[in-house]
């Protein structure tokens, strides 16, 4: 059975939840006064979900964090308050996905705090289908063709064409919740924060395969937000920080660095990477990232098998190519210590449970769909650089 994906804040938890019949148990994300404080698997019985049943859970689940909101707001103690929000362009990189691009920008036309301008960024495309949707549907939206494929292209020719501060990063298929931006904004007073990341929660989880993502390799990390620096957190232990799918990048700063690294993510050999290897140069140069997770945003996972075990294998390439250009290009020897660690301490437990038929194991073909993806990570990334550097796409 599919799981329902519910928005319920404390202060209006309603006297029951109905029209839940297709579903046995529903993912509520908590809100306390709009901000996000933590979310609860709640049970439903006969398609509803019981008033005073659920405020039990939510309460239960959500913490002390809400009572740490209360006295702020009591208190009137908001450190943001008066700080001057930098402008910003917002950048979707696309490809070939306007259903899923259509709503993405559609939620961006409800922001508590709007850009300086939003711009699409189509990458290599196959039709015109992404043009026509931004002029036709969207006439002040800035359409860019990136002829070169790969994200990191598109994330780079975004950086050079915008004109805000800050470039904020919003997948083509997630939609922003409406104080998304200004979660991200605010968070940039301190001229050493070189980027910030936000809180992604899934769209749906309607299938077998949404319901593993979410399990297997969640966006959200958790509901406090975070300070990262180099000189206290190891800048090759990205994984906690964020993801690209939601985050904000001072444009000056990511310039001055080099920018993304074309020869990793979406489109070439690595694919996936980009965002997290410059999550590490950005910490190994001294600079600071921030986890925000008022900064929220919704995601659609895979749905099918086959798009989840190819986006884990994306994933578990791209980690081993990120880690092998710190080693090659970098120097930083430290990064084979982590790539040994991730397997010694994640990777092979969950294959001695999953092997084991242990209670709350992983499915083999996910765990397998990784480690192959560690394999070819190193392979992948020698030969996408070597596409780089001869002047072909990925």
Partial sequence: MPTAVLDIDLEKIPPEVVGLHDY????????????????????????RICGHHLRDQLLEAA??????????????????????????????????????????????QKLQTQPLEILVIDNAPKTQKTRDLVTQFFPTIRYICEPQTGLDWARNRALCEAQGEVVAFIDDDAIVDFAWLAGLLQNFADPLVACVTGLTMPFE??????????????????????IFKGDSHDPFRTGEIGAGVNMAVRREKILEL????????????????????????????GYSIIYEPVALCWHRHRRSPEELRRAVYGYGAGVYALLSRAILIEREWAALKVAVGWFRHDQLPKLIYAVTRRPGREPLDLL?????GCVAG????LRSRKLVSNGRAG
């Avoid at 046995?24 to 398609?47: D, N, Y």
């Avoid at 397998?368 to 192959?372: G, I, Q, S």
Wanted: aromatic share 12%.
């Fill in 368 to 372: 397998f769909a990784e480690l192959r």
């Fill in 63 to 108: 913490g002390d964090l809400p009572w740490e909101f209360w006295l702020r707001d009591f208190l009137d103690w908001d450190e943001t308050k008066n700080v001057r929000l930098p402008s910003a362009t917002v950048a979707i990189c696309t490809r070939e996905r306007t259903t899923d691009l259509a709503k993405c920008l559609s939620s961006l």
């Fill in 205 to 226: 989880l309607e299938t077998t395969s949404q319901e593993w993502f979410e399990i297997h390799c969640p966006f959200g990390k958790g509901f406090r937000r975070k």
């Fill in 378 to 381: 190193p392979f992948a990334y």
């Fill in 24 to 47: 046995k148990k529903a993912l509520v994300l908590i809100r306390f006064r709009s901000r996000p404080v933590g979310k609860a698997v709640v049970e439903v019985c006969g398609g």
């Fill in 258 to 285: 080099g920018g993304f690294d074309p020869a990793l993510d979406a489109g070439t050999p690595t694919e996936s990477g980009g965002d997290h290897e410059m999550f590490s140069r950005v910490l190994t140069h």
